[in-house]
């Protein structure tokens, strides 16, 4: 590193900030739902965050989270 700051013709020294960015998923985003015996909902999607999603889903439904199952792929 210090020949690469002695070998500079410019050298600048900042503090810089950038906007906070979301990452993009690069595959395709989609999740089948349905209804198992036991009235459970069983999910199958493609997510990082498997646990927030059944929260997410349990609440738009009005449901406890137990009574909805998240399967990653």
């Given at each position: 590193m210090?020949?690469?700051?002695?070998?500079?013709?410019?050298?600048?020294?900042?503090?810089?900030?950038?906007?906070?960015?979301?990452?993009?998923?690069?595959?395709?985003?989609?999740?089948?739902?349905?209804?198992n015996s036991n009235g459970r909902m069983e999910i199958y999607v493609g997510s990082q965050i498997p646990y927030s999603d059944r929260n997410q889903v349990a609440r738009c439904l009005g449901k406890p989270d137990d009574n909805v199952h998240v399967i990653g792929h």
């Open positions: 210090d020949a690469g700051f002695a070998q500079a013709d410019l050298i600048l020294e900042h503090t810089f900030q950038t906007a906070i960015t979301d990452h993009a998923f690069i595959e395709p985003e989609c999740s089948i739902a349905r209804l």
